[in-house]
């Protein structure tokens, strides 16, 4: 980082009448009048406490009033620095028209001269960081949308908003603290002003280098021997947040320095709208992931909408599985009949198949429907694809692509081998498993190749649910003797009781009148809107086929998109050809320069500018906004 | 390098070259080149060095054959005109997309026939005219012009942007000036007549024939495209991935070069080498004005052509007049020469120069 700890110079916009400073001794004091606003004009909220420090080191609290001024008197001239109490997320950007940096402003705050009888100065802070939460635990409904004060900060901030979907097995984690003045390397003087409560609180990126954080005493650890410094991870860990709120502030920074703000002047910088969903199920339950990320998406249809009636324009970019989370949205905006609800969207490595934006549902290879996305287009401008091909958690590395793929048909050609491999799932040093485990890093979870990981966690979602004999088939008699020997009835009577309580939860959630309703047996077709009793009839007969064969699909599995993008899908399917020659689809083949699946957090230099700068960001802006940084 | 294709022998000019600074000046027997001391020499294939200049670091240049035009793209994509004191800006209006941001070189293509040349960096499916952002604005972070271009080569100042493409895309002026061709890595390619560059043709996808636009949603699929004259692409001979045979041309665009005068050019794709049987190494024929591919011609593989690196696209090109095209090698220093019969529309290795 260049910062130094310097801060601003900084005058007062008025001095005593004689023009003279006066002595810190002198028994004149001063009246401090602070004007406080966001980078957008707007006055901070009446009621907001402030705390002005001067040189004797004395606190004078003062609210602020309904033109966002704190008046704080009695001050002994010379140097204040003051905070916020209670307001997360409002860093202070500039004084007197000076930019400062925030971060450096959270650890040592600003020095400002004040002079009898009266000064006034000029606070700029961020607007606050927004959040919406759609994961299980959080308080439904209310909270999946936006409040008026958020949708006016959007509104101010160029009328567009850009929201950010985290992707599979991210917690929802909180933000950290701002480095203290005392862990930054170089500074050895307490500031006037050392600021606690939500002033430390850091909802923007703050650079790992240049800090010594001591580690707390641990075994082995004894600080009056052998001081332990954080490491740069965990010094990440320390200041970054945790969780999606890591996500949110590293994307939020990147896109802002990649729309052109400087460290040197933070006022330009536009808050995302950071979007939690429960993605973090553990690292072998992609099954559940995807139903939770679809569940997610149903309730991301609400903010979406108010937004859109709202006038603002709205662009999304979503990493891994949060594809799946705003493809529902759309899926179902889409069969509702709304069109271009989106301007862009941005699916940073999908983790949905490569064919998931086709607007033909038999093309779908996933046996239970799963896999396509038939209406999502309609309710979107432009998507834009950024896949690599070396990402080694969607797919296999380049390398080994073309054979991969080919072993793993070899090894599958008859349907006993095809029922060791789905044992796979739970048994070890199976010959498939082996294989995918060889084709290198995280793909070892293989998640992502149907079937394998389909049929353990499906069996395991209905468990409770479905009636028996049905996904857990009956075992046969040994020896087969006795009435219905192979369970075969059971099964039929099984199969046919699931078929009618599927039927009667479609035909329930369509009386109830709602136009999202809860889907419970038919969770996995969660990105259609409302589902007819007829697809509730052929879901359960999907089912009930392929445990009849195995859990053998009817079809070859799909690459992921994030992975080949629509290299393969476009020379078969001419609607995808077509959204790619009429500028509806596109894509950003970043494989010769993202080697990693979540690369884009912490983005290396050639990252930045050829995913975030040409690939997301200039896009962005020409198309439709970023904050208020230029279009053209 | 200096390659003699004729007596197929060649000569080391110098081992510290800026390798983005090899050019040919047309109907000339000089050529640039760029040290690493920054040193531009304009130099006859004689050895004499008819003028030598210091300059920034090239990435790209080119040279009319009054050799009193000289344009130079820098790592920003700006293009500069002259050098030394007389160096003015003809296109400076944004560091962003670059060449480091692309990882490809801005191609700048001269047509002294028509008198017109074009730049071709990173396509946009829009953008705005050319009245209403300036070519010259040093102030601002992300450009305006660095898709298509088409430029005046005697007032240097832009003719029209020529939007369309998408990401990265190759772009060429026929040497008579009359049509610009581009293709991109997102498959399109796209034509104009430079005298009227409003009217934008597009290429036949090689699978699915020529795309109608402005058709409203939904019609059958096959009503948005016109397939009356497409041809065979040939196919691999092994199945890939997917188990299924694959297209071994691929419009994902990473040269387009004239290869018979101004009536026929070649669209070459961007590939890997893949083995044999698999590898996309076929360029499409096309001639200029009709968005039908005419044939598909293989390059070969042994040695397999330098089309798997962006930042290489400088390293294929044509001597049109004489149906050649010349491309680097993907994991060699050395050269492939290829020579079109325009009679039989086939391409023939002639020489693989090591």
Known sequence: MSDTLAPPVLQPSRSSPTGDSMPAHCCVSVTVLIEHRDTLGRPLPAGTEVELCDIGRQTYRARIDADGI??????????????????????????????????????????????ADETSLRAVYLPPPIGINLREEAAPEASDRLSDEQLEQLRLAGNNATLFLHGYNVAYGSYRHFAGWEQRDGVTDRPLLVPSGSARVATIRQDTDGLTIPLPPGPGRNHAISPFSANPEQVEGMINGSGAHNWYVHMEYRLNRAAGMTDDDWRPYTRIVGIAWPGDTGAVDFFQAELNAMAAGRRLVALLAQLHDAGIAINVISHSLGARVILTALNILGEQGQRQVLDNLYLWQPAVADNALVDDPSQDSHPLGMGVFPEAHKAVRKVVVLHSQEDGILGPPRSETPDFWQ????????????GRWVGGVVLANDQVDELIGSAGGAYGKKWWVFPIGLAGPITQYYVDKAPAHTVRPPIPSQPPAGP????????????????????????????????????????????????????????????????????????????????IGFGAVRVENRFIERKLGDKAYDFVDQTSWLFDHSGMRIPSDEIFEKSYQEGVVRPLIRDSGFGDYEPI | MLWDIERRKREVLSSEANIYSAYFIEESDAFLWQGLDNIVRVQRVTGEVIEEF?????????????????????????????????????????????????????????????????????????????????????????????????????????????????????????????????????????????????????????????????????????????????????????????????????PTTIAIAFINGSEEFLRIGYAHDDGEGMSRTYAALFEAGNPWPQAYLDLGRNPFPSVNNYSRNLSIDSAPEANLLVTGQAFDGGINVYRYDPETRTLTKEWVGR
């Open chain 1, 70 to 115: 704190s008046r704080h008197e009695g001050v002994t001239p010379g140097k204040v620095a003051w905070q916020l109490l209670g307001r997360e997320g409002q860093h202070l950007v500039a004084v007197d028209d000076v930019p400062c940096d925030p971060r450096w402003a959270a650890a040592a705050p600003p020095e400002c001269d004040v002079a």
């Open chain 1, 484 to 563: 219905d020997p192979y369970g075969r009835e059971r099964a039929a009577r099984g199969w046919q009781a699931f078929r009618e309580l599927a039927i009667q939860e479609a035909r329930d959630a369509l009386a109830s009148g709602e136009a999202l309703p809860t889907y419970r047996l038919l969770a996995p077709l969660a990105h259609h809107a409302v589902i007819s009793e007829a697809s509730a009839a052929r879901y359960i007969d999907s089912l009930e086929a392929l445990v009849k064969r195995q859990w053998r699909a009817g079809k070859t599995p799909r690459a992921a998109l994030g992975h």
């Open chain 1, 407 to 418: 072993r793993i048909r070899d090894r599958i050609t008859t349907p006993l081998q095809l």
């Open chain 2, 54 to 250: 210091e300059h920034f670091p090239t990435y790209g240049h080119v040279m009319d054959s009054t050799l009193s035009n000289y344009l130079a793209s820098d790592i920003d994509w700006n293009i500069f005109h002259g050098h030394g004191e007389a160096m003015r800006p003809v296109m400076q209006d944004g560091i962003s997309p670059s060449f480091q941001g692309s990882g490809k070189i801005l191609k700048i293509t001269l047509s002294e026939e028509g008198r017109k040349f074009v730049s071709a960096g990173l396509g946009d499916r829009e953008s705005p005219s050319i009245e209403e952002v300036a070519a010259v604005a040093p102030e601002r972070r992300f450009s305006n012009y660095t898709g298509v271009t088409l430029w005046d080569l005697d007032t240097f100042q832009p003719i029209a942007m020529l939007p369309g493409n998408s990401y990265k895309v190759d772009a060429t002026i026929s040497p008579d000036g009359q049509w610009v061709v581009s293709g991109d890595e997102n498959t399109l390619g796209f034509f104009w007549k430079t005298d009227s560059p409003e009217t934008r043709y597009r290429m036949a996808s090689y699978d699915h024939g020529i795309f109608r636009e402005g058709l409203p949603e939904g019609l059958q699929e096959d009503e948005y495209w016109d397939e009356s004259h497409l041809i065979a692409v040939p196919k691999s001979t092994k199945a890939d991935k997917w188990g299924n045979t694959r297209s071994l041309a691929t």
